[in-house]
């Protein structure tokens, strides 16, 4: 017997090829739609995982002030649109050979926050 | 591994059953070498909006016996994630199913390769919306 193939819970080449297309500016309606989805559960799930650590946090801790700790990540979660539109600035300055392949993927880093 | 330009196209059909039309127009791809399947996969959005996720292999095989001859993937592991399926499924309209499929255009890795070998740089690459080529040819008669 045949088994199907694994499908694991990350991003695979949809969810990729739709950001990319919206980095470099060439998104159709239904990759972009689709890339701010994922924009908002990656989003969801770093709120989730941040309201686990607070409630781990205030569980061991109770004197910690729980405001620091609602504090977010910095640099993970939702791009704000101002992020998005530098990115797709970037994606066109690349696309117009303005940026090299290093440079981009750098920018592009320092704008995700990675 | 040289691997050519790969497209995805997700085709939705109304109803709980996937049409196999598509199937032998496909194989008829596959078997002459102008495409390799690199993934396959299967949705049905319910009317309620709930969507079920299918293998080849966990549908009912009368309802993917034309779909049946591509069992073997070039892939173990599909290239698409529970992730990019998620994000179809709410692209599709309650009470459709849908067929996701991935390919390699293996009749453009030898001119892609041919171009890169001259020097080449690809500058732009477009599929030109069907509403646009009606437009110009229309405009050119």
């Given at each position: 017997m045949i088994r199907g193939p694994r499908r694991v819970g990350r991003p695979g080449l949809i969810g990729t090829a739709a950001r990319t297309a919206v980095i470099a500016g060439t998104a159709s309606a239904v990759s972009g739609r689709m890339a701010r989805r994922q924009q908002s559960s990656a989003a969801q799930q770093e709120a989730a995982y941040q309201a686990d650590v607070n409630a781990a946090a205030s569980s061991s801790?109770?004197?910690?002030?729980p405001q620091q700790a609602a504090e977010p990540a910095p640099g993970a979660g939702a791009l704000d649109s101002a992020a998005l539109a530098n990115l797709e600035r970037l994606g066109q300055l690349h696309q117009q050979g303005m940026l090299s392949d290093a440079e981009f993927a750098a920018a592009k880093a320092r704008i995700l926050g990675l | 591994m040289e691997i050519g330009p790969v497209d995805y196209a997700v085709i939705a059909f109304p109803g709980h059953h996937f049409t196999g039309e598509l199937a032998p127009e496909l194989a008829r791809l596959v078997d002459g070498g102008i495409v390799r399947l690199l993934d396959l996969a299967f949705i049905k959005r319910s009317e309620d909006g709930t969507a079920e996720f299918f293998e080849l292999e966990t549908l009912d095989a009368d309802e993917t016996a034309a779909f049946q001859?591509?069992?073997?993937?070039?892939?173990?592991?599909?290239?698409?994630?529970q992730d990019d399926l998620q994000l179809v499924a709410e692209e599709l309209a309650p009470g459709t199913s849908a067929v996701v499929l991935v390919w390699e255009n293996t009749w453009a890795t030898e001119i892609s390769a041919g171009v890169a070998r001259a020097g080449g740089q690809l500058v732009a690459f477009e599929r030109v919306p069907r509403s646009a080529v009606a437009a110009a040819l229309a405009d050119a008669a």
């Open positions: 801790s109770p004197q910690q002030q | 001859r591509f069992a073997i993937r070039e892939t173990n592991d599909g290239l698409v994630s």
